[in-house]
C-alpha cells in the first residue's frame, strides 16, 4: 500500500490555470476510476472536490477538473483565486479493496 | 444536514488501547460505508479503515492491520474504532468520513479526534 506520488508543492499567479498529478500503479489508478481528489485548507477537515476521476460534487466550482491517463491522475484549477490556496489530496480505490491517499500537495497562489 | 462527530481521543502511553467513536446524523446511517482518515502533525492523510454499509466488509491499511478493529451499531447511527497495541507513530487526528456510495471517496467529514501515544 505505498502513497500515491504527487508533488510537493506547485505555484500559479491569480487567474493562471495550474495542474497536479498523481502517480500510482496498475494496483489502483491504472485499473479503476475511482480517484478522488481533496481540498484542505489549515485547521479544517479536507473537502471533496472531485470523485470518480472528473465528476464535480455539487457546490464545486468549474474551475476544478480532473483527468487520468494510465496510471496517472491530474487536477486542474482554472482562473487560479487566493482562495484556492490550500493543500491537495489525491486517492484511489486499490485491487486491495483499500483506499490509499497521495502525500500531498501544497499550492501557493503568487 | 449531514453531520459526523468524533470523540473518545486522548492521551494514552505506548502499548495501550484507546476506542473512538463516530456519531452520524442527518442521512440514513444504514446505507452508508464509513472510513476513518488520519493525519499525524504536519503531515498528509492516511486512510485506515472502512466498514461498508452490511457491516460485514471490513478492510484495514497494512499498518493498522491486525491492532485495530471497525465496527457499527446501526440502531445507535455509530461507527467504533477500537485501537489496540498502540504505537507512537499512531499519533494523529482522526477523521471519520461518509463513504460515497459505489465510488470510494469520503463526501462527508468529521473535524476529528486528537489521539496522543506517548509515555
Known amino acids: 500500500q505505498s502513497a500515491l506520488t504527487q508533488p510537493a508543492s506547485v505555484s500559479g499567479s491569480p487567474g493562471q490555470s495550474i495542474t497536479i498529478s498523481c502517480t500510482g500503479t496498475?494496483?489502483?489508478?491504472?485499473?479503476?476510476?475511482?480517484v478522488s481528489w481533496y481540498q484542505q485548507h489549515p485547521g479544517k477537515a479536507p473537502k471533496l472536490i472531485i470523485s470518480?476521476?472528473?465528476y464535480r460534487p455539487s457546490g464545486v466550482s468549474t474551475r476544478f477538473s480532473g483527468s487520468k491517463s494510465a496510471d496517472t491522475a491530474s487536477l486542474t484549477i482554472s482562473g487560479l483565486r487566493a482562495e484556492d490556496e490550500a493543500d491537495y489530496y489525491c486517492?484511489?480505490?486499490?485491487?486491495?479493496?483499500?483506499?490509499?491517499f497521495g502525500g500531498g500537495t501544497k499550492l501557493t497562489v503568487l | 444536514q449531514v453531520q459526523l462527530v468524533e470523540s473518545g481521543g486522548g492521551v494514552v502511553q505506548p502499548g495501550g488501547s484507546l476506542r473512538l467513536s463516530c456519531s452520524a446524523s442527518?442521512?440514513?446511517?444504514?446505507?452508508?460505508?464509513i472510513h476513518w482518515v488520519r493525519q499525524a502533525p504536519g503531515r498528509g492523510l492516511e486512510w485506515v479503515a472502512v466498514?461498508?454499509?452490511?457491516?460485514?466488509?471490513?478492510h484495514y491499511a497494512d499498518s493498522v492491520k491486525g491492532r485495530f478493529t471497525i465496527s457499527r451499531d446501526n440502531s445507535r447511527s455509530t461507527v467504533y474504532l477500537q485501537m489496540n497495541s498502540l504505537r507512537a507513530e499512531d499519533t494523529a487526528l482522526y477523521y471519520c468520513?461518509?463513504?460515497?456510495?459505489?465510488?470510494?471517496?469520503?463526501?462527508?467529514w468529521g473535524l476529528g479526534t486528537l489521539v496522543t501515544v506517548s509515555s
Open positions: 466498514i461498508w454499509s452490511d457491516g460485514y466488509n471490513r
Open positions: 496498475y494496483s489502483d489508478i491504472g485499473v479503476y476510476n475511482f
Open positions: 486517492s484511489s480505490y486499490t485491487t486491495s479493496n483499500t483506499v490509499v
Open positions: 470518480e476521476v472528473s
Open positions: 468520513t461518509r463513504g460515497t456510495s459505489g465510488t470510494y471517496s469520503s463526501d462527508y
Open positions: 442527518g442521512f440514513i446511517f444504514s446505507s452508508y460505508g
